[in-house]
T-cell receptor, first 113, second 114 residues
Framework: DAGITQSPRHKVTETGTPVTLRCHQTENHRYMYWYRQDPGHGLRLIHYSYGVKDTDKGEVSDGYSVSRSKTEDFLLTLESATSSQTSVYFC????????????FGAGSRLTVL | AQSVAQPEDQVNVAEGNPLTVKCTYSVSGNPYLFWYVQYPNRGLQFLLKYITGDNLVKGSYGFEAEFNKSQTSFHLKKPSALVSDSALYFCAVRDRTGANNLFFGTGTRLTVIP
């Protein structure tokens, strides 16, 4: 999606290894969000950021940390991945075209074996 | 706390027939409500929103939704379904903070049968 990219798009890792997902935006927006999508749960907010070095927890933040050292990048880290963190992860930013609307990235599919 | 319920995991409808995807919400105060659609292997795309004003909201691709405060519902509708409408649909409510956080329902998979 225009203005927001996620990397990697696919990753397979083993239990106990660290994993970092990157979200990059070109819209210069203060707010950035990380969600995870799981069948039967929809999308759930993990963490969000409201500026450089300003972050806060969402509803499913346990086992995840985030960092925002510059406006354009928001990193999601799994310090020690577990199988329950197998999911599709989406980054989002406020839409430049509509108030109160989020624009989502294409997603990062993570499999923890 | 805010929450959204989508009571149907799956909705099947014949092409050309009207479709409805149901959503009910729970929130204190006035709600900000949204519908998003997800096509296979894609991120979510915004369809429409209700913030204030007219209870009938029109959005992208011919979709509309009706806000019903007494029934706390925000059902998504389309008069004539297309095969290309087949996708996963999410209802969402925004929280009351300035963070613009969205809380999503569990999703409804719509299948339009040719």
């Amino acid at each position: 999606d225009a203005g927001i990219t996620q990397s990697p798009r696919h990753k397979v890792t083993e239990t106990g290894t660290p994993v970092t997902l990157r979200c990059h935006q070109t819209e210069n927006h203060r707010y950035m969000y990380w969600y995870r999508q799981d069948p039967g749960h929809g999308l759930r907010l993990i963490h969000y950021s409201y500026g450089v070095k300003d972050t806060d927890k969402g509803e499913v933040s346990d086992g995840y940390s985030v960092s925002r050292s510059k406006t354009e990048d928001f990193l999601l880290t799994l310090e020690s991945a577990t199988s329950s963190q197998t999911s599709v992860y989406f980054c989002a930013i406020p839409s430049p075209t509509g108030a109160n609307v989020l624009t989502f990235g294409a997603g990062s599919r993570l499999t923890v074996l | 706390a805010q929450s959204v319920a989508q009571p149907e995991d799956q909705v099947n409808v014949a092409e050309g027939n009207p479709l409805t995807v149901k959503c009910t919400y729970s929130v204190s105060g006035n709600p900000y409500l949204f519908w998003y659609v997800q096509y296979p292997n894609r991120g979510l795309q915004f369809l429409l929103k209700y913030i204030t004003g007219d209870n009938l909201v029109k959005g992208s691709y011919g979709f509309e939704a009706e806000f019903n405060k007494s029934q706390t519902s925000f059902h998504l509708k389309k008069p004539s379904a297309l095969v290309s409408d087949s996708a996963l649909y999410f209802c969402a409510v925004r929280d009351r903070t300035g963070a613009n956080n969205l809380f999503f329902g569990t999703g409804t998979r719509l299948t339009v049968i040719p």
